[in-house]
């Protein structure tokens, strides 16, 4: 009882101190921040245009399993990494930046890939099998939200996929909303350096009937596919569910919650001010004398005096006489 009340205390504590405790969830809320200055989407990342980042994803942190599970209901996780080839040890990070205006939703993702770049053939469906990212957004809103109505798979909700060939083509593709795959109105770009490969994607919200108004919850999930070079893919670390493996599953937790926050992604500093520099009040210039002057000045004076004093001493003896 007393470890119990030891507890509770602990948590109102930091309650009080602002500090917001969850239980560990197999779904997650974050905040997507306002695009107050529009990003350029051409696979150049700097955090000065993006802001701070919205998810990090390491393999560490991850419920780890095999190709065939998913996300289920029981785990503690909002990550999950799938490792293909299970006899070797493979590890996957990435970083992403979410972000909103009125035209488009914005993401960004940072993949630490080590093993070198491979994506053999992007063309079509085809795109899923190496280096890619592929993500859901749902317009309905995010897990238990009462708006959503898509299921936590991907049969109604767009599921998107962004990945630069080995023919040095960067691709998109959509395997739900459109017949001909492509996304109108999208702008997306990949970088691949040789250890980090960059995505900038940005999606209108039209396409995946979302609202683009401050304070709107959209589902959201991404997967990062790993492939070493010249291979195909062997294994991948997902944030949320209904992308990778079987879908039609009631057990899959699905999106996780996005708001669209009405806070700037960029912080732009106060303009500073400059205060005209005054000239210093002069006022009316002392003369200075030459050196020596004053001396010289009192020295005459005394003469003067002295030779003043010497004749009126002449004259009184010539009266006397």
């Not at 317009?139 to 996929?161: E, R």
């Not at 795959?181 to 995505?199: F, H, I, L, Q, R």
């Not at 010249?230 to 992308?243: H, M, P």
């Amino acid at each position: 009882m007393k470890k119990l009340l030891a507890i509770l205390m602990v948590i109102a504590m930091l309650a009080a101190m602002g500090v917001v405790v969850n239980a560990a969830s197999s779904t997650d809320s974050v905040e997507a921040l306002y695009m107050n200055i529009k990003p350029t989407i051409d696979g150049i990342f700097s955090e000065e245009e993006w802001g701070p980042v919205t998810v990090q994803a390491r393999t560490a942190n991850a419920t780890i399993g095999d190709n065939a599970q998913t996300i289920h209901k029981d785990v503690d996780s909002p990550f999950y990494h799938c490792n293909v080839v299970t006899e070797n040890e493979i590890t996957l990070s990435w970083d992403m930046w979410l972000r909103w205006d009125e035209d488009f939703f914005y993401l960004a993702v940072r993949v630490y890939d080590t093993d070198g770049h491979s994506m053999p053939d992007a063309t079509g469906g085809n795109i899923w099998n190496g280096d890619v990212i592929q993500f859901r957004i749902d317009g309905q809103g995010g897990p238990n939200a009462s708006g959503a109505v898509n299921p936590p798979w991907s049969d109604v909700t767009p599921n998107i996929a962004v990945a630069k060939g080995d023919d040095g083509v960067v691709y998109i593709y959509d395997w739900i909303f459109t017949i001909d795959n492509e996304v109108p109105g999208s702008k997306y770009a990949c970088v691949v350096e040789p250890t980090v490969t960059t995505y900038e994607v940005a999606i209108p919200h039209a396409f995946f009937s979302g609202s683009g108004v401050a304070n709107a919850v959209y589902g959201m999930s991404l997967v990062v596919l790993n492939a070493p070079a010249g291979e195909s893919y062997n294994s991948w670390l997902s944030w949320g569910d209904g992308i990778c493996g079987p879908q039609p599953d009631e057990n899959r937790v699905g999106s996780n919650a996005v708001k669209l926050s009405a806070t700037n992604a960029i912080v732009i500093p106060d303009p500073v001010e400059e205060v005209e520099e005054q000239p210093a009040d002069v006022g009316t210039p002392a003369v200075t004398p030459p050196s020596g002057g004053a001396a010289q000045t009192s020295d005459a004076i005394f003469a003067v005096l002295a030779l003043m004093l010497s004749s009126g001493a002449v004259i009184l003896k010539k009266t006397k006489k």
